[in-house]
């Protein structure tokens, strides 16, 4: 089965800060990944997803995501952090067979953003 | 946003009672799904729906049975609730749920067993 490892529960950045969330994959051939954000009170959104066509994904609000293969890693980015950007991310990965049993979720990460 | 709508939003209940959440889409989507979101485990998939009456178990099932009459209803039954059962549940859905194509999620229930 597949699944993705978040590496830290919380991150802290200061407001205008290199944001870097971590997502490490377990799979033997390439998989679909997404990333989520969850906002208090709300469902989850997409922030964005691989899917084979390139490496470098740019999403919603800023954010982009690199796959590399070599690493099995799929880590967010933003390049300046805004207040607006604390959440809770989710990464994501897809089901190889065929997906339509959904997603399996990392345990997520909370960003806290310091003024 | 995607025409999802879940009820009730908060529900209090006591240990041994039947309690029903509903996932209510407007989007024709086939695919539907209910997951459970509690903190150190980030989501977890309970039952999924691949069309009308036809659903499956996912990780989390025990304890949890899905109907769905309609392909816009999507509903969650807790037979007998149990306190591991407080918890907020998600639903979601796909348009094609193939492995490529994302989840849209509803805001959630936030369910509490006394």
């Known amino acids: 089965a597949q699944s993705v490892t978040q590496l830290g529960s919380h991150v802290s950045v200061s407001e205008g800060a290199l944001v870097l969330l971590r997502c490490n994959y377990s799979s033997s051939v390439p998989p679909y990944l997404f990333w989520y954000v969850q906002y208090p009170n709300q469902g989850l959104q997409l922030l964005l997803k691989y899917t084979s066509a390139a490496t470098l994904v740019k999403g919603i609000n800023g954010f982009e995501a690199e796959f590399k293969k070599s690493e099995t890693s799929f880590h967010l980015t933003k390049p300046s952090a805004h207040m607006s950007d604390a959440a809770e991310y989710f990464c994501?990965?897809?089901?190889?067979?065929?997906?339509?049993?959904?997603?399996?979720f990392g345990k997520g990460t909370h960003l806290i953003i310091q003024p | 946003d995607a025409g999802i709508t879940q009820s009730p939003r908060h529900k209090v209940t006591e240990t041994g009672t039947p309690v029903t959440l509903r996932c209510h889409q407007t989007e024709n989507h086939r695919y539907m799904y209910w997951y459970r979101q509690d903190p150190g485990h980030g989501l977890r998939l309970i039952h999924y729906?691949?069309?009308?009456?036809?659903?499956d178990k996912g990780e989390v099932s025990d304890g949890y049975s899905v109907s769905r009459s309609k392909t816009e209803d999507f509903l969650l039954t807790l037979e007998s609730a149990t306190s591991s059962q407080t918890s907020v549940y998600f639903c979601a859905i796909s348009e094609s749920g193939t492995e490529n194509s994302p989840l849209h999620f509803g805001n959630g229930t936030r369910l509490t067993v006394t």
């Open positions: 994501a990965v897809s089901d190889l067979r065929g997906g339509a049993d959904g997603l399996t």
């Open positions: 729906s691949y069309g009308v009456k036809d659903t």
